[in-house]
Structure formats: C-alpha cells, structure tokens
C-alpha cells in the first residue's frame, strides 16, 4: 500500500491599491499583505496607482489593468486582492480583465473572521456581517438561472435565481439579528448583573498582534490562545484579577482593531465591543516595538469614541518593551505604562495604574472585631488585603484596605 500526501499549496494573490492621499498607501498595503499572510496567501506582488478617486468602472485605471492582467498571467496569479472596498460593478470588471478571482479588503478581513470565530456568537455575529456584505454585490446571471418552484400551484415563469439568493440572504439575516438580539439581552442582563454585585470591569483593546491575548494570560494565567497573527483572538475573554489593593475586577479580553475596520464589522460585533463602553477602566494595548504605534493608538482611540467610551478612564499600554525599538516609540503620558506581557515585565506597574485609574471605593482601617462576630471577621478577610492582625483578650484587631461599604457597615469596630 502507497501512502499519499496532499498538500495544499498556498494561493498565489497580487495586492492591488489607488492611492488618493487620504490615508498612507505603502503603510496601509503593508497591512494588507500581513492579513494576506494571515489568511494563507502567498504574495507575490504590489501594485498601486496615485488617482483623485478610483475609477468608477474599474478602479485602477485602463493602463494599470493591463499591467496587472500581464503580472497575473506571467505568475500564474490565483487571487486579486484590492485594498479598498470594490463595487460590484468593479469587481466584475477586474475579474473579466485578470481573468482571476477578486476580492477586497472587507471581504478578506471577514474570511480570516470566519477562520477564527469559535463561540456561538462569533459565528453568528461573522455570518451576518458576510450576509449583509454579499447582499448587495450579488450578480444574477439572466433568466437562464429562472427555475420554479416544486409542487401544485408553483408553475410559471419562476423568479431568477438572483431574486431567490437574496430573499434567502434577507431571511437569514432577520434569523441572525432574532439570535443575536436574545444574547445581547443576556450579554446586558450579565452586565447588569456585576453592576449589582459591585463587580468592576476593566477591558483590554487595541490594535491585532498588539499582545492583548498575552496580556491576558500574564495577568490572569486564562489560557487564551496567543499567536503572531493578526486577528488570533476573535471571541472575548473574561477572567477575575487581583489588584495590589485587595480589589478584585473582571479583566476582559476583545476582537483586535485595524485600520479602516469595515463598518460591517463594528455593527456586527457592536454588542461585543460594548464591554469595552460598560467597563470602568480601559487599557489601550499597542506594540511599543512597531514605528508605527502612536497611530495604533490613536485608531483605537477613534474607535473608541464610536462606540461611546469617551470620558472613561483609558491608560496606554506600551507592550513589548523589550524589544529594543520598543523605547524609541514610548511616549511618556500621564496615563501610560510599559510592560513586556511575554517576559512578565512591568507588570506590578500596570497594576497600580489600573487601581489608581479605578474609582476610589476602598478605604484603610483599623477594626478591633469581638470574637462573638466571626462573621464580620469572615467578611473582611475574603477580600481586604490584611497588613496587621492580631488576636488580644478583648477581641481580634485588623489592620486592613477593605471595600468602603463594608468599613462603614461595621464602622462600630473601627478604632
């Protein structure tokens, strides 16, 4: 018996972009290669044009088409890859000019969201992002797709296939919003819950590949998947963490941002994003190592203000320090720490941020508790930090940084 192996060689993509000035064309193209990578495309080339706006009907320009069609015959190209959302009639046009299939940035971003969904919600929250996406760009093919449908009373003329696919998408889509609307109501009733508690969150956001995953799993040992990849963690983790004043938060993890987030996506992933809106503190996670950090930052920052965070408490996290680009690219704020997540440097400091940023909702005291009350004893000793305690004849004497609200309930004891 013969044993074969299948391998599946990586896709051949060449990237595609019109530079119009509004943002940093090269910058915005390296991204895209990196997502490319991610997706599992091999890139063998780059190719952009300087334009006021993109062309209507092709988006390059007629002579650049050419040039494009020639590299993708020459190098046996598999996959066009454009950095601007295409129209539908800009797709066709390329893939009619190329002869090779085509897609955007969107769609790409989605493909690598779908790989990496794992959660129910996940899932669900990509499938509706792709549907309302593709619903627009579908293209029927004439009434050589007319078919009808089975049974008595369907006979006629039928509807085109076009017309079928989209009444499909359209009825998918409301099934996806009606699921997505009960776990965002329990998403809220779990929000609402730990508001109840007097349980505090604080979420960590940034930029993809800035270490947030690793972050996560220094400060919380949970075990999160961490990769060198854009987009490794797709669904939010939440985990408890201890702070150097005895609190104890929720630490939550979330979807990467990147330049240009497409718009489908925010939407879609909305009730995600808006544990970053509810938590008390925000750590703004960046790549101290890349040049390009202070625009991650402010990315996040724009981001942010869209999903209505603006006047929380945010601290700039500078990770990978030490790396050593890391310090050229550090800007020493007020609200700003640098931490190395993967050699667990820095990490007492972050900490200290986190609880100074947090409202001020514990107080220092020194409780002389009778024996007769063990359970004031037991409560205080299930979350205070302890820096004193001593058993006297007259009863056991704390010296403690405990939750306010539990000082002023056994104020009785403080001496």
Request: proline fraction near 2%; include cysteine.
């Given at each position: 018996m013969e044993l074969y192996e299948n391998r599946q060689e990586p896709e051949k993509a060449v990237l595609i972009a019109v530079d119009t000035g509004?943002?940093?064309?090269?910058?915005?193209?390296?991204?895209?290669?990196?997502?490319?990578k991610?997706?599992?495309?091999?890139?063998?080339?780059?190719?952009?044009?300087?334009?006021?706006?993109?062309?209507?009907?092709?988006?390059?320009?007629?002579?650049?088409l050419e040039e494009l069609s020639e590299f993708c015959e020459s190098n046996e190209i598999d996959l066009v890859i454009a950095d601007s959302e295409l129209s539908p009639a800009q797709l066709r046009n390329i893939e009619k000019a190329v002869k090779v299939r085509v897609i955007d940035r969107t769609t790409l971003?989605?493909?690598?969201?779908?790989?990496?969904?794992?959660s129910n919600e996940g899932k669900l929250q990509v499938e509706l992002a792709?549907?309302?996406?593709?619903?627009?760009?579908?293209?029927?093919?004439?009434?050589?797709?007319?078919r009808l449908?089975?049974?008595?009373?369907?006979?006629?003329?039928g509807e085109t296939k076009l017309e079928t696919d989209r009444r499909h998408i359209r009825r998918r889509i409301k099934a996806l919003?009606?699921?997505?609307?009960?776990?965002?109501?329990?998403?809220?009733?779990?929000?609402?819950?730990?508001?109840?508690?007097?349980?505090?969150?604080?979420?960590?956001?940034?930029?993809?590949?800035?270490?947030?995953s690793t972050l996560m799993n220094a400060l919380t040992q949970a075990g999160v998947l961490a990769q060198d990849k854009l987009f490794a963690t797709l669904d939010p983790t939440s985990r408890a963490l201890t702070l150097p004043d005895g609190r104890r938060v929720m630490l939550i993890d979330?979807?990467?941002?990147?330049?240009?987030?497409?718009?489908?996506?925010?939407?879609?992933?909305?009730?995600?994003?808006?544990?970053?809106?509810?938590?008390?503190?925000?750590?703004?996670?960046?790549?101290?190592?890349?040049s390009e950090c202070a625009e991650h930052i402010e990315v996040t920052n724009e981001l942010l203000d869209e999903l209505g965070c603006t006047g929380k408490p945010v601290i700039s996290v500078f990770n990978k320090c030490d790396l050593p680009e890391a310090k050229e690219n550090f800007i020493p704020e007020q609200n700003s720490v640098m931490i190395s997540a993967l050699a667990e440097e820095g990490l007492d400091r972050l900490l200290e941020a986190i609880a100074k940023a947090l409202p001020p909702t514990r107080a220092r005291a020194k409780l002389l508790i009778p024996?007769?009350?063990?359970?004031?004893?037991?409560?205080?000793?299930?979350?205070?930090?302890?820096?004193?305690?001593?058993?006297?004849?007259?009863?056991?004497?704390?010296?403690?940084?405990?939750?306010?609200?539990?000082?002023?309930?056994?104020?009785?004891?403080?001496?």
């Open positions: 509004e943002y940093d064309c090269e910058a915005s193209l390296d991204e895209l290669e990196e997502l490319a991610t997706a599992g495309a091999q890139v063998m080339g780059k190719l952009w044009q300087k334009r006021d706006k993109p062309d209507a009907a092709l988006f390059l320009g007629s002579g650049r971003i989605l493909d690598i969201f779908a790989d990496r969904a794992r792709q549907l309302r996406y593709s619903l627009p760009r579908l293209i029927g093919q004439g009434t050589k797709l007319s449908g089975g049974g008595i009373g369907t006979r006629g003329p919003e009606e699921e997505l609307e009960a776990l965002e109501k329990r998403r809220g009733l779990a929000r609402a819950r730990r508001e109840k508690d007097g349980v505090e969150t604080v979420v960590i956001v940034g930029y993809t590949n800035a270490g947030k979330t979807v990467g941002f990147i330049r240009r987030l497409p718009h489908h996506l925010v939407e879609a992933f909305k009730s995600t994003l808006e544990e970053a809106a509810c938590a008390k503190v925000i750590l703004n996670v960046c790549d101290a190592s890349d024996y007769s009350d063990g359970a004031a004893a037991a409560a205080f000793r299930k979350d205070s930090v302890i820096n004193t305690e001593v058993y006297r004849a007259d009863g056991l004497y704390l010296e403690l940084i405990a939750d306010a609200a539990l000082v002023d309930r056994y104020q009785k004891y403080c001496v």
